[in-house]
Nanobody, 122 residues
Framework: QVQLVESGGGLVQAGGSLRLSCAAS????????MGWFRQAPGKEREFVAG???????SYADSAKGRFTISRSLAQNTVYLQMNSLKPEDTAVYYC????????????????WGQGTQVTVSS
């Protein structure tokens, strides 16, 4: 099975930037569609960004233009570059892997990381 370990979360001021990393082990990322999700207190987990085996990318409207998802097969790692952060971006961020077709629903993903806290202060 694939294991996912996230890092890069923290506390930043509004307008700042943060880069999240999701390191995979056990299997190559060539086998998976990958996605980033987030969950704020009292809210359901929501899709943020995704990248397919063929490197097609997709973004939530709230993330488009500010966030960039990428993957490095050499490092077996998926990244989420977050710029122009807003207080409403505050949430626990999760990376996920899908052995099938991963799109915007959490149910389409088989494996999940531990989550990393992102807090944006005003």
């Amino acid at each position: 099975q694939v294991q996912l370990v996230e890092s890069g979360g923290g506390l930043v001021q509004a307008g700042g930037s943060l880069r999240l990393s999701c390191a995979a082990s056990g299997r190559t990322l060539r086998s998976y569609d990958m996605g980033w999700f987030r969950q704020a207190p009292g809210k359901e987990r929501e899709f943020v960004a995704g990248i397919s085996r063929s490197y097609d990318t997709s973004y939530a409207d709230s993330a488009k233009g500010r966030f960039t998802i990428s993957r490095s097969l050499a490092q077996n790692t998926v990244y989420l570059q977050m710029n122009s952060l807003k207080p409403e971006d505050t949430a626990v961020y999760y990376c996920a892997a899908s052995g099938g077709v991963g799109r915007r629903s959490p149910e389409q993903y088989n494996y999940w990381g531990q989550g990393t806290q992102v807090t944006v202060s005003s």
